[in-house]
C-alpha cells in the first residue's frame, strides 16, 4: 500500500492542510489506516455534491477532493490523481499570481 503514488497523495493532502488550515485535522483523520469505512463513503459524498455543484453549498471543488480521497483506497486512481493534483495546484497558483500581478500594475 505504500507505494510512491500513495505517498506522493499523502504529501498532496499535507500540502493542501497547510493552505487551508480548516481542512488539516478532518483529513488527517481521514487518511490513518482502518478508515477506508469512513472515507469511501466521505468520498462518494464529496464527488456527488461536486456533480451537484450547481445547488448552494454545494461546489465544484468538493470533486477532486472527493477523488483525491478515493485514490487512498483504489489503486488505479492513485497514479493519475497524484499528477493531476500537482498540475491543478501548480496552474491555480501561477493564474493566482497572474492576477495579483495584473491587480498591482492598475
Same mark, same amino acid.
Given at each position: 500500500?505504500?507505494?510512491?503514488?500513495?505517498?506522493?497523495?499523502?504529501?498532496?493532502?499535507?500540502?493542501?492542510?497547510?493552505?487551508?488550515?480548516?481542512?488539516?485535522?478532518?483529513?488527517?483523520?481521514?487518511?490513518?489506516?482502518? !478508515?477506508?469505512?469512513?472515507?469511501?463513503?466521505?468520498?462518494?459524498?464529496?464527488?456527488?455534491?461536486? #456533480? #451537484?455543484?450547481?445547488?448552494?453549498?454545494?461546489?465544484? !471543488?468538493? #470533486?477532486? #477532493?472527493?477523488?483525491?480521497?478515493?485514490?487512498?483506497?483504489?489503486?488505479?486512481?492513485?497514479?493519475?490523481?497524484?499528477?493531476?493534483?500537482?498540475?491543478?495546484?501548480? !496552474?491555480?497558483?501561477?493564474?493566482?499570481?497572474?492576477?495579483?500581478?495584473?491587480?498591482?500594475?492598475?
Amino acid at each position: 500500500m505504500h507505494d510512491k503514488e500513495h505517498r506522493r497523495l499523502t504529501r498532496q493532502i499535507d500540502a493542501l492542510g497547510r493552505k487551508m488550515p480548516i481542512l488539516k485535522r478532518p483529513s488527517q483523520a481521514l487518511m490513518r489506516r482502518g !478508515w477506508g469505512a469512513v472515507r469511501l463513503p466521505f468520498s462518494a459524498l464529496m464527488i456527488v455534491g461536486g #456533480l #451537484l455543484s450547481f445547488l448552494p453549498v454545494l461546489g465544484i !471543488w468538493m #470533486l477532486p #477532493l472527493g477523488l483525491l480521497f478515493l485514490a487512498f483506497d483504489v489503486p488505479i486512481l492513485r497514479k493519475p490523481m497524484s499528477g493531476s493534483f500537482i498540475r491543478a495546484r501548480r !496552474w491555480g497558483g501561477q493564474r493566482i499570481r497572474a492576477f495579483k500581478r495584473r491587480r498591482l500594475r492598475k
